[in-house]
């Protein structure tokens, strides 16, 4: 009997069919075609790790056998909180192979944001490594199993680690998974078979489920806008913990078309990243804004010729300032393709490498194939041509909705299945997208809606400014006010009466500029690479706290 689909109706899902964006293959036997295709390549670089396909593939298979020994029903819920290596994709595909579904949770979450996601994921395995960044996960697993009676398997890396866990090898150790027994397990490619989680910019993150048929919708679709081949080596910049931007394109792409990821076992000094990328001849990059921001520098010393090899650098999670990408366009010699999308809603628009320029760095693209984007107003209608509304689409790359989570999903998606982004775009006459701001990112000055994307947007083009987040701070009078936090350029000083100057010379209205500015020494971003505009917001809250009290005793 077939399976109701989730968030997309039975006539959809046939479109998707007949138009091949569903070919109703898996992951794992996407991954294993490539290993089968490419057996002596090398499918994963990652520190002192060289993995051939042929050896990835054995790994999977012995893995997939592994985790059927633990009694887990089909569907049943693995995680792990794993730094960047090949620890990741090995347990997502061996899950898959095994009908079950793997959750990444990032390496830098703790006892807060666990507990909430084990708990709510119904998590029956977990693996972790013992010490990592000089950090007890085991430590902290074991204060926290009391409060997980669902959780009956702990497994760590490179050996048990005490009373209650598990060597992750013993896993390994049984030979691989056979062929009935694959066929017998094999998961529906319409089930869930990859998880995404938020960054936590607003709330605690969220687990978006995408099935086989729409991740590899998704991932065909820019595979496709960036030309992707298996002569690719990718550099893997962006942060794999979460199963988002940085694993999904930097990782799982390269590996379902016989490429090779190259991952940077963890991201700290740009100059790393750069080495890597020369080193290693990487041909294609992914990586989000900060990082983007953060790696000018590093280019400005090096020369040209040394990235003769390097053709893409794919930007996601985020708006990339248009100044940035041009820098390392001409300082790469390559071109950045943009993508558009949200963990859980999928991907509306991408642009592509043939895009021109000022389409490529000042819009995130077009409408991907079969996909349908509107722009809606604050009663749900469509706009006028060239008018911002809220984004919402609908597509065959979309998600189950959120795990352990139905009111969030119900939130997030419309009745008819369109997914509401939350985002403010607008169309241009080629049918371009500008995403304009955000509708709860609005600061309500006085009954104006002041956008803090329009500040940042013009503020990091001052010669000071390397980043910067624009966030409402309380007043008594108008309710909020605009406040800029900027990171500058060593050496380099900028107050507010400097920034206000700069931005009415950027075509700036006088009830947009912001009122107050602070400079630190770094933004706080999420996982996903967005700034947390919350803890930035209770900075400055608790600073005019402390202000207005200093005023009070002073009187």
């Not at 496709?224 to 893997?236: G, T």
């Not at 809606?449 to 009078?477: F, G, Q, T, W, Y």
């Amino acid at each position: 009997m077939p399976i109701a689909l989730p968030l997309t109706s039975p006539e959809r899902a046939a479109q998707y069919r007949a138009s091949g964006q569903w070919a109703d293959v898996t992951i794992a036997e996407r991954v294993l075609a490539a290993a089968a295709r490419y057996p002596e390549k090398e499918a994963i670089r990652c520190g002192g790790v060289r993995l051939r396909y042929a050896d990835f593939a054995d790994n999977i298979r012995c893995l997939a056998k592994g985790l059927t020994t633990l009694g887990l029903p089909p569907g049943g819920i693995v995680a792990g909180q794993l730094p960047n290596g090949p620890e990741i994709p090995l347990l997502h595909i061996a899950c898959n192979l095994a009908g079950l579904l793997f959750i990444p949770l990032h390496d830098s979450w703790r006892s807060g944001e666990l507990r909430h996601l084990l708990s709510n994921a119904g998590v029956t395995v977990l693996v972790t490594p013992h010490i990592y960044r000089d950090f007890n996960h085991y430590e902290m697993i074991a204060e926290l199993r009391a409060e997980l009676p669902g959780l009956r398997h702990y497994f760590t890396l490179g050996g048990a680690a005490g009373p209650g866990a598990r060597d992750f090898g013993e896993l390994m150790r049984l030979g691989p998974l056979d062929a009935t027994k694959i066929a017998a397990l094999r998961p529906d490619p319409d089930l869930p078979a990859a998880a995404m989680l938020s960054g936590g910019t607003t709330s605690i993150s969220k687990i978006s489920r995408f099935s086989s048929n729409n991740l590899l919708a998704m991932l065909d679709v820019e595979a496709a806008a960036a030309e992707f081949s298996a002569a690719d080596v990718v550099a893997a910049i962006a942060p794999t913990g979460t199963g988002a931007t940085g694993y999904i394109y930097g990782v799982l792409t390269p590996l379902l078309y016989g490429a090779t990821s190259v991952i940077l076992p963890r991201w700290g000094d740009p100059a790393e990243a750069i080495a890597l990328i020369v080193r290693e001849h990487c041909t294609y990059g992914v990586a989000i804004p900060t990082q983007l921001t953060k790696l000018v520098s590093v280019l400005e010393t090096r020369q040209l010729v040394e990235f003769h090899d390097f053709r893409c650098f794919a930007n996601a999670g985020a708006p990339l300032p248009y100044e940035t990408a041009v820098k390392i366009e001409d300082l790469m010699g390559c071109v950045i393709q943009s993508i558009y999308g949200a963990t859980d809603g999928g991907t509306p628009t991408m642009t592509t490498i043939h895009d021109q320029r000022e389409k490529r760095l000042a819009t995130v693209g077009r409408v991907v194939r079969g996909c349908e984007c509107l722009l809606l107003d604050e009663k749900g209608n469509p706009v006028p041509q060239g008018e911002a509304g809220e984004i919402v689409w609908r597509g065959a790359d979309k998600s189950w909705g959120y795990l352990g989570d139905e009111a969030q999903t119900a939130a997030a998606f419309k009745a008819d299945h369109f997914y509401k982004s939350g985002d403010l775009g607008r169309f241009d006459g080629d049918g371009y997208l500008q995403v304009v701001g955000r509708i709860k990112d609005m600061i309500l000055r006085g009954g104006r809606n002041v956008s803090p994307l329009a500040i940042e947007e013009r503020l990091i083009r001052h010669p000071a400014v390397v980043d910067v987040a624009v966030v409402p701070m309380p007043d008594l009078v108008l309710g909020e006010r605009a406040c800029a936090f900027v990171v500058l350029k060593p050496g380099a000083v900028l107050d507010l009466a400097a920034a206000v100057e700069f931005l009415k010379g950027e075509d700036l209205a006088v009830w947009q500029l912001p009122e107050r500015l602070e400079v630190i020494d770094e933004i706080p971003n999420s996982t996903g690479g967005k700034a947390l505009k919350r803890a930035l917001t209770a900075i400055i809250t608790e600073k005019l706290k402390v202000e207005a009290a200093q005023r009070g005793v002073g009187q």
